[in-house]
């Protein structure tokens, strides 16, 4: 069975690497956090000292981290990873970074004869514990079918978007679609709210009709709508409005670069913005309803 490093124990990281436990993978792990190498290890997995620690032997590296100038250092700074790794080892980097740090990372590997994806995933922390999390990669047919196995054993839906950074561009054009979505219910529902309508009566009608959607369907942002979603338990647990709002700050400078006209996604950025700014990072993003609903009293 392949040994395989996995640097990033955070919310997410943490339980994708725990998965690859449970499927027979040798799980070689490294986190800044203390408590996070503890809780790996207890799950079967060896707890690194580093980065280059972990990466030891391992046929896959798996990365899960905040941004892309934390991948890069991680693959390319003075102790990356790029001097550790044979050529035909396989990097997966899942993290939800710029396209362009994917292809410069992927770029630099490529020319040492190392194998590179990019691989953002959907699906939030309950996907990562259930592992059943979709992953949108980026990269050559062939190191899409040479990830394929691994991330078969952290998620449900693998999808080949294209070339490397493809899976970046692909994840961000979701996200900014989703944060679109849940303003656009949000806003519905408060102005149903305000004039007497009931919110569980007006989501099954909307549901049924044409303003149908996922938030409706599956993660209504009016408290007590909905069971076991984060509105119906004060907002806690999801994705936070500050991934919410990294993302969309990802796909507005993705739509600059490449001359894409995104009002809607300007818009649900700088309604995001002001939600985190109101301090309201920390809670799951539909917590958008509250903005909106203190906006209209």
Known sequence: ??????????NMGGPMAKNLVKNGYQVRAFDLVQSALDDISEAGAYAASSAQDA??????VVSMLPAGKHVKSLYLGEDGLINLLDAGKLVIDSSTIDAASAIEVGKALGEKGIHFVDAPVSGGVGGAVAGTLTFIVGGSQAYFEQAKPVLEAMGKHIFHAGDTGAGQVAKICNNMLLSILMVGTSEALNMGINNGLDPKVLSEIMKQSSGRNWTLE????????????????DYQGGFMVDLMRKDLGLAQQTAVDSGSVTPMGTLANSLY???????AGKKDFSSIFKLLQSEQK
Do not use: R
Not at 1 to 10: D, E, H, Y
């Open 55 to 60: 990466a030891t032997g391992a046929d896959v």
């Open 1 to 10: 069975m392949k040994t395989i490093a996995f640097i990033g124990l955070g």
């Open 218 to 233: 599956l993660y209504n942002p009016c408290p007590d709508v909905m069971e076991n979603v984060p509105s119906s338990n």
């Open 273 to 279: 913005t002001l939600l985190s700014n109101q301090g």
